[in-house]
């Protein structure tokens, strides 16, 4: 008799064609693996995220919600889910915001090194103008001034061209982080321009901002909406 495919945990990385959905450990709703954090087992007993859904072993998914993960930690859901005893931190939904924020600081400084990105004010500008930013960067505790004059500017083109502004802005990094990510000091505004590793940037800073705000189907949905 074949044993029943187990609902809670895939089969590794590698021993299938990737799936588009899975099951949500904690509502127990089929979602598309976008809105979903994988987690494993590592060789420690301990839980531990899997961001690029490439680490070993069974996984188990939990809605990219800092709410959703919490949930799961207080019911017990990850020895639940794993069929064994293992260690999960209490910190795990701190933890996994520090390793997701991680992971657009690397994004964007690949996005930098393949010269898709654009710091200083003066320099964002000019990109604006010239018809080149795919999206702008604000530090997320930068000031509201020079956020409304880089706005003023992509109105004023959109205005000239008769079209309507369809820049997007992310705010998801602070201005220390920014810093890390592009090798400079005091940097409060950049500009991405389009490209490959300008795509993989917005992607991660998108699970970023759903793990800080989707905590419900309505907040999902806005946010599927603003990639449309």
């Known amino acids: 008799m074949l044993a029943?495919?187990?609902?809670d945990l895939d089969d590794g990385p590698r021993t299938q064609k990737s799936a588009t959905t899975r099951m949500c450990a904690v509502s127990r709703e089929v979602?598309?693996?976008?809105e979903l954090i994988r987690f494993v087992v590592a060789p420690t007993g301990e839980v531990v995220p899997d961001?690029?859904?490439k680490l070993p072993g069974r996984g188990l998914w939990v809605s990219a919600s800092r709410r959703s993960i919490a949930e799961a930690v207080r019911r017990h859901q990850f020895s639940k889910g794993f069929k064994r005893d293992v260690r999960v931190a209490p910190t795990l939904p701190a933890d996994t915001e520090t390793l997701l924020v991680r992971s657009v600081t690397e994004a964007l400084?690949?996005?930098?090194k393949a010269g898709q990105v654009v710091s200083?004010?003066?320099k964002v500008e000019d990109a604006l103008k010239a018809g080149e930013t795919a999206a702008l960067?604000?530090?997320s505790d930068g000031a509201a001034d020079g956020i409304r004059k880089l706005d003023a500017i992509v109105r004023q083109r959109g205005e000239k061209r008769g079209e309507s502004p369809v820049i997007a802005a992310v705010n998801v990094l602070t201005s220390a982080e920014l810093d890390l990510a592009l090798g400079r000091s005091n940097v409060i505004h950049a500009a991405l321009l389009a490209g490959p590793a300008s795509k993989t940037f917005?992607?991660?800073?998108?699970?970023?901002?759903?793990?800080?705000?989707?905590?419900d189907d309505k907040t999902a949905e806005a946010a599927r909406n603003s990639r449309a």
């Open 4 to 7: 029943q495919a187990d609902p």
């Open 120 to 122: 200083g004010f003066g």
């Open 109 to 112: 400084a690949m996005a930098a």
């Open 51 to 53: 961001l690029k859904r």
């Open 31 to 34: 979602r598309p693996i976008d």
């Open 202 to 215: 917005l992607s991660r800073c998108q699970l970023l901002v759903r793990y800080r705000m989707a905590d």
């Open 137 to 139: 960067i604000h530090a």
